[in-house]
């Protein structure tokens, strides 16, 4: 009788570890997650270090599974290769947009510009813009970047895989957060290449009458680069339409970073003296990404009557009334007008996210609207209505060392 009982309790035992690793199998085994690679390519490494051996590449769009985190780490295993470790920016819960255009290359433009006319908003010369304004402005496009280029970047600044980290305590263990970017206010961003044209050209002539009504574009080729390899560091994350982002400096006091249709980015030499870090500068640089490739003022202006009746983008189509209609009130929106609040609360979520990805410290977005509200911003919305939501989007992200300030090099180059 004893022991009969011995066997029934060694069998329930026996039952319940079987059970119990059975349960743990099941669990690990949940944990396991297909990862998208988001990046032009991710490397690969034998430890959660950007110092590690590479032992395999990774492009865009390459299906992997998740193991496990750590910090902002991730080990991958691979369908032809050995589990390693990869950077968490380099990944995603979902496949990545189809590229229109390589982020890296210089983006193809053509200056079909509108003269310049007086209106009652303007006094600029009726001469147009300036030979040396633009070629200004095409030396910013034109600027040769590579991924070697932005990657040496990232590691002299010791930006997200390259931060330098004392050991793997990194608390919180990071999560790949999944975010619908998608705007509630407006239609995705055209795809087909005419869209794609036309909404660079009319950016293109925005960006010259800035550079008529606000300032010329700063001299250097330094701070030129040194502005755009932080805009290409972010962007490569930016929701909606992919763009080949470029970022123009243009030389005046007042503190302006304007998202101009077709991925051109113009911001002041005022709004860098402002600014304490790189990873300020980053954010600011991400929202107006963010504002260009979920289309909102692109949005707006095909619904004007130039783009209603069927205008072409070109010489003659630039000059007639109902382009320059066009142009005055895009230009009177960007500059003059409140920001629409959902706008504004996706370009901010879609900016944490984006800094994140790069390795920047996120929590930098509160600061940098105090910035802007002191300095009396025009795109300004109720600031504590923006700083709660800011902080509901920041504890949904797993904050860990290393998050980037790059405080030194920012001042060095501004």
């Known amino acids: 009788m004893l022991k009969n009982g011995r066997d029934v309790l060694f069998h329930g035992f026996i039952t319940v570890v079987v059970v119990l690793l059975l349960s743990a199998t099941c669990i690990a085994a949940s944990q396991l997650e297909n990862l998208y690679v988001v990046t032009d390519r991710a490397a690969l490494r034998t430890a959660p270090s950007g110092q590690a051996k590479v032992v395999a590449e990774r492009t865009r769009g390459d299906r992997l599974t998740r193991v496990r985190s750590m910090g902002a780490w991730v080990l991958v295993r691979q369908h032809d290769g ?42 600029r010369s009726t001469a147009g813009v300036n030979p040396v304004g633009l070629r200004g402005l095409s030396e910013a496009l034109d600027m040769p970047l590579s991924p070697d280029m932005l990657e040496e970047f990232l590691r002299d600044g010791g930006i997200g895989e390259f931060a330098q980290v004392q050991g793997h305590g990194f608390g919180a263990m990071a999560v790949i957060p999944r975010h619908n970017y998608a ?125 209603r009746d069927g205008g072409t983008m070109d010489q003659a189509g630039v000059n007639s009334p109902l382009f320059r209609m066009a142009l005055d009130a895009a230009m009177n929106r960007v500059l003059h007008s409140p920001g629409i609040v959902v706008e504004e609360q996706d370009n901010d979520a879609a900016a944490l996210f984006m800094a994140y990805r790069a390795g920047y410290d996120p929590q930098q977005l509160t600061a940098v609207l105090r910035r802007l509200d002191g300095a009396a911003e025009p795109h300004q919305i109720a600031l504590t209505k923006r700083q709660a939501a800011i ?17 030194q090099r920012f001042q060095a180059s501004r």
């Open 82 to 123: 050995p589990d390693a470790w990869t950077y968490q920016g380099n990944l995603a819960t979902e496949p990545p947009a189809p590229l229109i255009a390589d982020i890296f290359a210089p983006p193809q433009h053509s200056f079909i510009l509108a003269e310049a006319a007086e209106t009652d908003r303007s006094t």
């Open 183 to 307: 705007s509630t206010a407006f239609p995705a961003a055209p795809q087909t290449a005419l869209d794609v044209e036309n909404e660079r050209t009319f950016g293109l002539n925005m960006a010259a009458r800035l550079m008529q009504d606000v300032g010329k574009p700063a001299f250097g080729m330094q701070l030129k680069r040194y502005v755009n390899l932080v805009c290409l560091a972010v962007g490569r994350y930016a929701p909606g339409q992919p763009y080949a982002f470029r970022a123009v400096v243009l030389d005046a006091p007042q503190p302006l970073c304007l998202g101009l249709p077709g991925g051109i980015i113009v911001l002041t030499t005022g709004l860098m003296n402002i600014l304490d870090n790189e990873a300020q500068l980053a954010l600011v640089l991400a929202r107006q990404m963010a504002h260009v490739s979920l289309g909102h003022e692109w949005a707006r202006t095909r619904k004007a009557g130039f783009f």
């Open 391 to 407: 902080e509901m989007q920041l504890f949904r992200l797993p904050l860990h060392e290393g998050m980037a300030l790059a405080t």
